[in-house]
């Protein structure tokens, strides 16, 4: 059974703390992404992730960076969050065109 | 710069009724052209796609209907059922060979019984 996990998947912080958040997938894709979803904007890209260590830069890569050092881990961490960080984060990992989305992590930032 | 539009941004219908979700795009390269469907405290999940090869493409109630020349497209979703209820963006992959979808802002149906 294909599956994309994700963890936490609420979390609270304040701002100026750490954020860690990790996914993970069972299919051996080599293509992971992580999309940020606030109302009435979809899915934006923060980062794409080909394969270990080779990471791009999506749309809105400001404030955030990612950890992919073994094919089915992909981690986004934000380096003291901020306010408009407060958001739900969905990973995906792809198969030629197709995605898989896992449940998403609601992050709140005080 | 959205490149990927749609309307409306919420929709209800009665139950039994055809919902009709409308997709717009702007860049030419774009070849495929998947909707997803999310359901509240859950992922986006693909529910059916297109290439731009084709003009329609069905799957049991749910029919794509794609203009090229327009650069438009619409969902359909017949005999809609309470079960329906969710959000549905559109999305486009260009032909540049990225694997990136670019998502349109989504469309909140609401079927009725």
């Known amino acids: 059974d294909m599956k994309v996990t994700q963890m936490p998947r609420y979390l609270i912080k304040r701002m100026g703390e750490n954020v860690l958040l990790e996914c993970g997938q069972d299919m051996s894709h080599e293509t992971m992404y992580w999309y940020r979803q606030d109302p009435g904007l979809g899915l934006q890209l923060i980062y794409i992730s080909y394969d270990v260590d080779s990471n791009s830069e999506g749309d809105i890569p400001k404030g955030y960076r990612v950890s992919r050092k073994k094919r089915e881990h992909f981690s986004l961490i934000l380096d003291s969050a901020k306010t408009n960080q407060t958001s739900v984060y969905f990973c995906?990992?792809?198969?030629?065109?197709?995605?898989?989305f896992g449940p998403g992590t609601r992050l709140t930032v005080l | 710069q959205q490149q990927v539009r749609q309307s409306p941004q919420s929709l209800t219908v009665w139950e039994g009724e055809t919902a009709i979700l409308n997709c717009s795009y702007e860049d030419s390269t774009f070849n495929y052209f998947p909707w997803y469907q999310q359901f509240p405290g859950e992922g986006p999940a693909l529910l059916i796609s297109?290439?731009?090869?084709?003009d329609k493409k069905e799957d049991g109630r749910f029919t794509i209907f794609f203009n090229k020349r327009e650069k438009k497209l619409s969902l359909h979703i017949t005999d809609s059922q309470p079960g329906d209820s969710a959000t549905y963006f559109c999305?486009?992959?260009?032909?540049?060979?990225?694997?990136?979808?670019?998502f349109g802002s989504g469309t909140q149906l609401t079927v009725m019984p």
């Open positions: 999305a486009a992959r260009g032909a540049s060979g990225s694997w990136q979808l670019i």
């Open positions: 297109i290439s731009s090869v084709s």
């Open positions: 995906a990992s792809s198969w030629q065109y197709e995605q898989y």
